[in-house]
């Protein structure tokens, strides 16, 4: 079982920043795909970024240069550095975690931004 706590989020004026952390339990951190993915109010959740387990990483257009994931492995964490931010980033910010055919998710933090 993998267990995944996000942290970071919270309210930001327009063009601010904010790191996103998300930390795993368990042994299987250093060959998951770690993900994160956004759900707006009213919305469908949707993909924002990954990283592979050997660091290769891809992003959604909408974020593509605002957002960088990395991950350390040796502290079973991944962190989503957001820059720039609009209020269009306003959701709940969830981690996944992909390992075979199992995948599993955080409980979300929440990004606020303000105009």
């Known amino acids: 079982q993998v267990q995944l706590e996000e942290s970071g989020g919270g309210l930001v004026q327009a063009g601010g920043s904010l790191r996103l952390s998300c930390v795993a339990s368990g042994t299987i951190f250093s060959a998951a795909m770690m993900s994160w993915y956004r759900q707006a109010p009213g919305k469908r959740r949707e993909f924002v970024a990954q990283?592979?387990?050997?660091?290769?990483?891809n992003y959604a257009t909408s974020v593509k240069g605002r957002i960088t994931l990395s991950r350390d492995n040796a502290k079973n964490t991944v962190y989503l550095q957001m820059n720039s931010l609009t209020p269009q980033d306003t959701a709940v910010y969830y981690c996944r975690a992909n390992y075979r055919l199992a995948a599993y998710w955080g409980q979300g933090t929440q990004v606020t931004v303000s105009s």
């Open positions: 990283v592979s387990s050997d660091g290769d990483t």
